[in-house]
């Protein structure tokens, strides 16, 4: 598994300098039904089993979510709400027509972010030639 990067150019508005990043590279995009044939892979649920176990988790974190529960997957990721509002002067005119957007956030767990280095090499070009020599492993 490699983490693809492309050279990205970008000014400094201050002095018109150029600095070049690294800047990830999506190679594809994968969705639940790959996500559905992985399992059905990698375990004994066949595809119906398989796409009924992954809408259950969505319903449930939705309706978790909405009964204003946080959600945690114990190594990965936790879910929970938040809002964005406008500010009132006083607590009595606090309320919820203040709300402007309510938002869900996916926070990734420590032990998940550690894993990606550890897990992955990095590739400057989905292209190269010679891409396991530009591999680096952390």
């Known amino acids: 598994m490699a983490i693809v990067f492309n050279k990205i150019a970008r000014k400094n508005p201050r002095d018109k300098s150029v600095k070049y990043y690294p800047s990830v590279k999506v190679v594809g995009r994968k969705t639940e039904k790959d996500l559905m044939e992985r399992i059905c892979r990698n375990t004994t649920l066949n595809e119906r089993e398989a796409m009924m176990a992954l ?5 449930g974190i939705m309706d978790f979510l909405l009964d204003g529960y946080s959600v945690e997957f114990s190594d990965w990721a936790s879910f929970r709400q938040t809002v964005t509002a406008k500010g009132a ?3 009595d005119k606090c309320d919820a027509t203040l709300v402007r957007k309510v938002n869900v956030r996916c926070t990734l767990k420590k032990e998940f972010q550690e894993e990606v280095p550890r897990t992955f090499s990095l590739c400057f070009s989905a292209d190269c030639p010679r891409r396991a020599e530009c591999s680096v492993q952390p």
């Open 89 to 91: 002067e006083t607590v």
């Open 55 to 59: 809408a259950e988790v969505r319903q």
